[in-house]
């Protein structure tokens, strides 16, 4: 009887893994970016990311001290590493972010201001998997990683001199392609 039993899970294992090899190889599984992401997929990547952030981000506070010195340089790698995705104090979405699967939060609009630093750091240096969030731990320094976790906790409440310098920095949004393309053509090629 056990051993019944055990042949007949081997077996829907078994079938379980050709379905799903199945749907992937006759392309049933969306991969485009514009597809609404299923059910599962939204809560695999969600429960993955938390638990991972949960067991590898640390819970120490920024090491650096909160200077105007230290908010500008956040606000100047911002804009030259984030701001492209995540937008401008004026929230808009770029081109690049729109059409991004996931669409990146806009932080003008939707904030980490009450996210711990060390995840905030963490998920700067090492990026997340499947969403076009790029780890930044090779490219910038610590330093430099914290200077930005600095500027997304308080992005909300700046000093005067860098929350100036923040709202002047440009905003990467643009008009739709219909709207700066009027006569082109929005048929695509497979």
Not at 10 to 38: K, M, Q, T, W
Not at 75 to 80: F, G, H, T
Request: net charge neutral.
């Amino acid at each position: 009887m056990i051993r019944w039993m055990a042949a007949g899970a081997a077996l829907i294992l078994v079938l379980g893994v050709l379905a799903a090899y199945a749907a992937l190889s006759f392309g049933l599984v969306p991969a485009n970016a514009d597809a609404r992401p299923s059910a599962l997929e939204r809560w695999a990547a969600r429960t993955s990311l938390q638990a991972t952030v949960a067991r590898e981000a640390s819970a120490a506070a920024n090491p650096l001290p909160l200077t105007d010195e230290n908010f500008d340089a956040g606000i100047k790698l911002y804009a030259s590493n984030c701001m492209v995705c995540h937008a401008a104090s004026d929230g808009n979405s770029s081109n690049i972010a729109s059409g991004l699967y996931q669409h990146p939060p806009r932080f003008a609009h939707f904030g980490v201001e009450d996210d711990p630093e060390g995840e905030t750091y963490w998920k700067i240096a090492h990026g997340i998997r499947l969403t076009g969030m790029p780890a930044f731990g090779s490219s910038l320094t610590d330093s430099q990683i914290w200077q930005v976790t600095m500027f997304l906790k308080h992005m909300d409440k700046l000093p005067p001199g860098p929350d100036a310098l923040w709202k002047k920095q440009p905003s990467v949004a643009s008009a739709t392609s219909k709207q700066a393309n009027p006569g082109k053509s929005t048929v695509r090629s497979p």
